[in-house]
């Protein structure tokens, strides 16, 4: 679904759980905590629970979460 779609536009406000999320404030869409890239909430796949952030692809989770796990020794 793109903004067209669902009528919606600007950034949106995720809560973060596992396998899914909730729209607590509808938009149309997030953005990556590692890039700073928007992300549609269509194409929404990769995030984190613990941290409560969105990624735009895999390699972004893995630096961001490297990252973190540095910050945490």
């Known amino acids: 679904?793109?903004?067209l779609e669902?009528?919606?536009?600007g950034l949106a406000e995720?809560?973060?759980?596992?396998g899914d999320f909730t729209v607590i404030?509808?938009?149309a869409h997030v953005l990556c905590a590692e890039t700073g890239k928007q992300i549609p909430l269509?194409?929404?796949?990769?995030?984190?629970?613990?941290?409560?952030?969105a990624?735009?692809?895999a390699d972004a989770a893995l630096t961001r979460w490297k990252t973190t796990q540095n910050?945490?020794?």
């Open 1 to 3: 679904m793109n903004q």
């Open 6 to 9: 669902n009528g919606f536009s």
């Open 14 to 18: 995720i809560e973060y759980a596992d």
């Open 25 to 27: 404030q509808p938009g």
């Open 42 to 53: 269509h194409a929404l796949t990769y995030w984190s629970v613990e941290l409560q952030e």
């Open 55 to 57: 990624y735009i692809n």
């Open 71 to 73: 910050n945490n020794d």
